[in-house]
């Protein structure tokens, strides 16, 4: 059975029992765990064949393809974050409204997203970055991932954030889960197996996403009147666009706006020849493996801080944020010992081509040393989120990304050359860490003065 089900009581009155930590968060790290491995299953096998250009243009293209998930987290992340503090207010009725529009609306707009990135596939690339020797190999990449794969990738985001926000973690992280172990086990047989190189790794994300989405239909079915969710067409409606956007674009506005200053920096290295762009490419899938893990933590405890929230319950709320923001700097902190000891032996992992692979190892190192604050100004924007301060994570997001990432990776590419891009992520953490503090205890000192002194603390 589920958490917010059989264990409602036990979340409010105890939240510091180990179990209410690990029921959500835990299948949720998992899941964005082998999401990141089959994320990164795509650069290993395409490594293995070394060819560098072949990497290169999925490097190109990857930016534009997560932007799949800014629109995941627009309609699923904002519908789950609202289904959540319905859940708190005691209020089941109108999750089934909120719940179709946030799958319907998504995939009609990620349509049209897909069509759009197919009509202006050829100024796109040439936009991205792609030099003669990979403009067919990322045109391939791009056709499946994004213009035949879109809807399902966006579907498939979408209906995991809706299974979270009810607490049903475990099948959520399944699918996800199932959906990356199938994309590992079709790399290597469409890549080498039926030697379509690229194409191959593109058709195994399609691929398996669509089968994720699969999974998904089957889990609510399933589960029956033990979830208010709906996917029928017929409950769509309107009312909830505005709380929904408020949250959702917040989330939606931090994932574009870091791939736009990722494709300025591989718009930028192109600038430097393929193997830079390749180099970086790996890196950053690299790099991302401890912010995935940091992501499905914060996943995991948004549900937690926005039933506590609606509930006014602030103390609790606040034991619960500041647990998964030390968990998170404890990761971190030991993923870069990892990458800083052992960087050369990762690269050569990843792609044997020596060139590449030695650029790389200098790159990892330095961009690293972002990650653990990252990951804490990653997860003060979504704790925000949770708690329905949209306007104000928003604002976090477009000063980080926005006014201070895009601007000073010009800045130091023009004063620094190419390592100078690799230092701008940690430059822009250092900045942002005591805005995003600042912002964080501001809210929720404004939380505490608005709550009566003779008020009793709730319970349910």
């Not at 939606?252 to 200053?261: D, E, M, V, Y």
Request: charged share 10%; glycine share 8%; net charge positive.
């Amino acid at each position: 059975m589920d958490f917010f089900v059989e264990r409602g009581a036990c979340f409010v009155e105890k939240p510091s029992d180990p179990y209410l930590f690990a029921e959500m968060p835990v299948p949720t790290i998992i899941s964005q765990v082998v999401t990141m491995i089959y994320n990164l299953a795509d650069t290993f096998f395409i490594g293995q064949l070394g060819d560098p250009a072949m990497v290169a243009a999925v490097s190109l293209v990857s930016p534009w393809f997560n932007l799949l998930t800014a629109l995941g987290n627009l309609f699923g992340l904002g519908g789950s974050s609202l289904i959540s503090r319905m859940m708190g207010a005691q209020n089941r009725g109108e999750i089934k409204f909120v719940s179709a529009f946030s799958i319907w609306g998504g995939a009609a707009a990620t349509l049209l997203f897909s069509l759009g990135a197919y009509l202006a596939r050829r100024p796109l690339l040439g936009f991205l970055g792609a030099s003669p020797d990979t403009y067919a190999y990322a045109e391939d990449y791009l056709l499946w991932v994004v213009v035949l794969g879109g809807v399902p990738t966006m579907v498939s985001l979408a209906l995991g954030h809706l299974l979270r926000s009810e607490g049903h973690a475990r099948q959520a992280s399944a699918g996800m889960m199932f959906g990356g172990l199938l994309n590992v086990a079709l790399d290597p047989l469409l890549i080498f197996g039926f030697h379509l190189e690229v194409a191959g790794a593109a058709i195994a994300t399609a691929a398996s996403n669509a089968a994720s989405v699969a999974f998904f239909a089957a889990q609510y079915a399933r589960l029956g009147e033990r979830t208010s969710v709906s996917l029928h067409p017929r409950d769509i409606s309107l009312r909830f666009v505005r709380p929904i956007f408020s949250v959702g674009l917040a989330s939606a506005l931090a994932t574009a706006l870091g791939n736009a200053s990722n494709m300025g920096m591989v718009h930028l290295a192109s600038g430097y020849g393929d193997i830079p762009v390749a180099a970086y490419g790996i890196v950053k899938r690299i790099d991302q493996f401890p912010l995935n893990v940091s992501m499905g933590l914060c996943q995991g405890f948004m549900p937690l801080v926005g039933y506590t929230f609606a509930a006014k319950n602030y103390k609790r709320m606040r034991s619960v944020s500041v647990f998964s923001w030390t968990v998170a700097l404890a990761l971190s902190a030991c993923f870069v010992a990892c990458f800083a000891a052992f960087a050369p032996q990762i690269l050569r992992l990843f792609i044997p081509e020596a060139e590449t692979s030695a650029l790389g190892a200098r790159f990892l190192r330095i961009a690293c040393l972002a990650v653990p604050l990252t990951s804490v100004n990653f997860l003060i924007s979504y704790t925000l989120q949770a708690m329905g301060k949209g306007v104000q994570s928003a604002a976090l997001t477009f000063s980080r990304q926005g006014l201070l990432n895009i601007p000073l990776l010009l800045l130091m590419n023009a004063l620094f050359g190419l390592y100078g891009m690799i230092w701008t992520q940690l430059v822009v953490e250092v900045l942002m860490l005591p805005v995003s503090l600042g912002m964080y205890a501001h809210t929720f000192r404004r939380l505490r003065s608005a709550q009566p002194d003779h008020a009793p603390s709730p319970t349910a």
